[in-house]
């Protein structure tokens, strides 16, 4: 039977894989805020950070992104479970649907192909490390309770 891990020996090495892809993704967002604070709002214009193409509302949406990321991963509490799962999900959502668009009007965030694969790339470390970052007390953790039990069904 497949479930997600709980209390993942590796559990401190994915928090701070999840803790670095918070942190760049506001990196990014504030650098991006600096240099298209008087650029438009929307659609290419042509700057650049760290390589990829960015307007101010995907600096924007980036920077609320990883604040969520950055903030329940130093919370925890299965908090960064939760949000590392949906936000990554969120990610690869945008970066298909920027894919879609992006040699058209619709490109809204101003994405260009390699801001597609690393927004891709983030959002799959986020999902990966939603799978291990899971806790429990000892007492439930493991296998499910059926199955400990002896019990198949």
């Known amino acids: 039977m497949a479930h997600t891990p709980v209390n993942h020996p590796l559990r ?21 805020l600096i240099q298209t ?26 920077l609320v992104v990883g604040a969520l990321v950055l903030g329940t991963t130093a919370l925890g509490r299965n908090l960064d479970t939760e ?14 649907y920027e894919l879609a668009t992006s040699r058209t009007d619709a490109n809204f965030f101003g994405f260009s192909i390699s801001t597609v694969v690393v927004t891709y790339l983030v959002g799959l470390v986020l999902i990966t490390c939603s799978l291990y970052l899971k806790t429990a007390p000892q007492s439930a953790a493991g296998a499910p309770r059926q199955v400990r039990e002896g019990r198949t069904a």
Do not use: C, M
Not at 12 to 32: C, E, K, N, Q, T
Not at 83 to 96: E, I, N
């Open 12 to 32: 401190p090495a994915y928090r701070a894989l999840s803790f670095l892809a918070g942190a760049y993704l506001v990196v990014f967002g504030v650098i991006g």
């Open 37 to 62: 604070s008087y650029e438009s709002f929307t659609g290419r214009n042509g700057v650049h950070v760290f390589g990829q193409e960015t307007n101010l509302l995907w600096s924007i949406v980036v």
């Open 83 to 96: 949000a590392d799962k949906y936000l990554g999900w969120a990610l690869l959502v945008l970066g298909s």
